[in-house]
Structure formats: structure tokens, C-alpha cells
């Protein structure tokens, strides 16, 4: 299974960095909360998105779009720093499309699925994770595989390539007060995807 786990992959002046770019992505692109296809429930987390693409989700389903959908407007584009760690770690000649913001509060959490919404599998999924640790659970391409917990802290990249593309994975739960990024604790996970075929 293509799933690497990169640690530290963002020291504290990136993060910083990283941090003030995202600050300014969710002034132009308020962050939103998701509701779950057909039972219109809300997820723990509130989400954004930067790049030609976004994903949402609600009552329609999950999908990307070119517009956030409270404010009609297009995603602000991609930091450079985004593209830049993005592009040492893919393998991947062709540019992300969209990259999903997903911000957790203490008590967030994030069910066990598959990033499938794309309609690129054989671009990796690269994820850097900002702010407190969590419990991050991956298991295989099909529900019923066996799992296992890692914890993910703050500029910690995950890549999920190859065999793990598909992998099931998701946020147990938010470790409060292991980082001190983020000045109201909680944490931030970018997910950066290619979504059309090249
Ligand atoms: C996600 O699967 O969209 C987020 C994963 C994470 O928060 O680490
Ligand atoms: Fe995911």
C-alpha cells in the first residue's frame, strides 16, 4: 500500500506561513458546513476550499464545484506554498485542482470513507495537517478491512498513492492542546486532489 506518512514535513516557519495563507483564503472564501447527502445531518467539521475546484457537500450530494456555495463566488486559487510542497511530494506531473479545507474543533470528527468523488484515481491525494494532533484511522479499499490508528500532528504530510488511493480512512478524534499553531486550538487538514483527467 502506497500510503506514506511524512512527519514534520512543515517546520514551524512553513506552518506559520502556510497558516497566514489560509487565513486569507477564508476571508474570501467563508467557512461553510457541510450537511450529509439525503439526511441533510450536519458534519462536525466546516470546510472550504482554494483552486479552480472545490468539493461540497449537502442534500444534492457530494460533487466539486467551481463556486463556493454560500457566496456564489469562485475559489480563491491555491497558495504558492500549497503548490509548492504539493509538487515535491505527488509524483505527479499534472496540478491539483482543488484543495479541500477541512477545519476541526475540539470535538470534530470525520467518519471512515474513500476520496472517490475524483475522476483522476492515479493522482495522489496529498494531505498536510495544521494545528493539534489527531487520530487518523486508514484501513484498505474495502469498508470491512482491518484498521489501523496513526497520529497526525502539525506539519505532518500524509500521501495517498498507488494502492492506498482508495484506502477508507477518517478523524477519530482532535488530541486538544498538543500544538499551540492554531491560537484557539482545534485543526486544520488540507487535502489537495487532482479531480479531472489530464
Ligand atoms: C479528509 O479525509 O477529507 C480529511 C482527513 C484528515 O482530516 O486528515
Ligand atoms: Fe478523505
Not at 87 to 100: D, F, K, N, Q, V
Not at 122 to 146: E, H, M, Q, W
Amino acid at each position: 500500500m502506497a500510503l506514506e506518512h511524512l512527519p514534520g514535513k512543515l517546520k514551524d516557519a512553513d506552518q506559520a506561513k502556510l497558516l497566514d495563507a489560509l487565513r486569507a483564503v477564508m476571508e474570501e472564501a467563508p467557512l461553510f458546513t457541510p450537511t450529509m447527502p439525503r439526511s441533510g445531518k450536519p458534519m462536525s467539521v466546516r470546510m472550504t476550499n482554494c483552486g479552480p475546484l472545490g468539493w461540497v457537500t449537502d442534500e444534492r450530494g457530494y460533487r466539486y464545484q467551481p463556486t463556493h456555495p454560500d457566496t456564489g463566488a469562485p475559489w480563491p486559487p491555491m497558495p504558492d506554498i500549497l503548490l509548492d510542497t504539493r509538487r515535491e511530494l505527488a509524483g505527479y506531473a499534472h496540478a491539483p485542482e482543488a484543495c479541500l479545507v477541512n477545519v476541526y474543533g475540539p470535538d470534530a470528527q470525520m467518519g471512515l470513507h474513500q476520496d472517490r468523488d475524483e475522476q483522476d484515481f492515479d493522482a495522489p491525494v496529498v494531505s498536510l495537517s495544521l494545528g493539534d494532533t489527531c487520530l487518523f484511522r486508514i484501513g484498505g479499499t474495502k469498508r470491512g478491512d482491518p484498521t489501523r490508528s496513526m497520529r497526525l500532528a502539525s506539519g505532518d504530510a500524509v500521501v495517498l498513492g498507488g494502492g492506498a488511493r482508495l484506502a477508507f480512512h477518517g478523524v477519530d478524534r482532535i488530541i486538544p492542546g498538543t500544538s499551540t499553531l492554531l491560537p484557539d486550538g482545534g485543526r486544520i487538514n488540507l487535502t489537495l486532489r487532482r479531480v479531472t483527467p489530464p
